[in-house]
């Protein structure tokens, strides 16, 4: 393929994207395929000679499309929303033609000051405190992920680093292997399961401390484990507050926790995945509150933010801790500018060396969004969320199981968990609407979540009037059944 070529094809493509996003709730949200469904579809293996871009653009709806989940259709209220827009499209689009990989600031000067500006910028919309900013001259900074999963790892790694270094400085006689097996991770019972997969990943102990009733942590529960584990010999190094949990959104109470970790010397990360984006509205700032004792703290803007994915913000106070842990310099990655102070080397700050030019489509939402249209998309999806709580509530036979805060709300029929498994069943069986499930102590509990940049709320009133039918038909068959039992 040429550039002439290109030119033409890529127009098609662009009223292809353009057709199937605005067309996507005509689609049937979740796939009518059963497991292993392409590969009779396709050839044994690839073609010796060239195909036409016609022949590869035709299999786009005869072989792809039949096996899509569509997380963009706003009948999609399954997980947490995934953002997508135009503009951060057209930046993705302007990334893949620039293809730098800016690993280090000479290997791509715009890819690294862009970043490093436009995580001040997002700092600042949610109000963070200075020393997370990299300004002029600042300590702390921020950096694009490409996962919330991989900000959880980075942080519990640079905080083991951080921890032996101590350790040892105190007592010389223990070796690094003597300390990593006293060293204890903590986060939340509700925590996402990645947390424990960073500790997994960084061989280090992690323990669940209990949520309470709300099911946030509270500083108390937080100190009762660390007296008991410090009394056993144990060092506690690292603790991941979630805001926002993945099962109800539930809030830690960082105002009880951070002095606690500052205290104890214990690295505290926030997780803030999905709810950070909402920290844009002074309403919701309150949120975020505490975490000017926090260490480091992540959230996504490829989930609520508009931006797609991958595009996960992170933000440390001393950026010191990251780079002092992950630092090796190969005379093939020197430059000379790299010791001026102002020049960030990126590859310090992550797993992989490589990274893609992803702050494009933060500055391309942000400029053409504005600070008040994101807030506006916020606001306008806890709008939806209230909505759908409502209608619950007018409904006898369902409950609300946990406080709806943000976008999701969490709701089961009063009765069984086998009652509630089949009516989930029925709900992802009829295809109409996406849902998935958690379970909230005892409980199993459906999840909605508001998803969709083009959800309205006549997409919530009718996916309330489907459960509600397949509610009715449900308890029908199931007081039939149990009679004749």
Known sequence: MDAAEFRKRGKEMVDYVADYLEKIEKRQVFPDVEPGYLRPL?????????????????????????????????????????ASSFPALLADMLCGGIGCVGFSWAASPACTELETVMLDWLGKMVNLPEEFLAGKDGQGGGVIQGSASEATLIALLAARTRTIRQVQSENPELTEAEIMGRLVAYASDQAHSSVERAAL?????????????????CGAALKKVLDEDKAAGLIPFFFCATLGTTPCCSFDKLLELGPICNKENIWMHIDAAYAGSAFICPEFRHLLNG????????????????????????????????????????????????????VTDYR??????????????????????????LQEHIRKHVRLSHQFEHLVLQDERFEICAEVVLGLVCFRLKGSNELNE???????????????????REKFVLRFAICSRTVEST????????ISQLATDLLKTWEQNHHQQ
């Open 291 to 342: 975490v000017e004792f926090a260490d480091s703290f992540n959230f996504n803007p490829h989930k609520w933010l508009l931006v797609n994915f991958d595009c996960s913000a992170m933000w440390v106070k001393k950026r010191s801790d990251l780079t002092g842990a992950f630092k090796l310099e190969p005379l093939y990655l020197q430059h000379h500018h790299q010791e001026s102070g102002l």
């Open 459 to 466: 997409h919530v009133k009718f996916a309330w009037q489907h």
């Open 348 to 373: 310090h700050w992550q797993i992989p060396l490589g990274r893609r030019f992803r702050s494009l489509k933060l500055w391309f939402v942000l400029r053409m969004y504005g600070v008040k249209g």
């Open 422 to 440: 089949a009516l989930l069943k029925s709900i992802n069986d009829a295809k109409k609407i996406h849902l998935v499930p958690c379970h909230l």
């Open 201 to 217: 990943i960084g061989a280090v102990k992690i323990k669940n401390v209990p949520s309470d009733d709300t099911f946030s942590v």
């Open 42 to 82: 396709i050839a044994d293996c690839a073609p010796q000679d060239p195909e036409s871009f016609e022949d590869v653009f035709k299999d786009i709806e005869k072989i792809i499309m039949p096996g899509v989940t569509h997380w963009h259709s706003p009948y999609f209220f399954a997980y947490f929303p995934a």
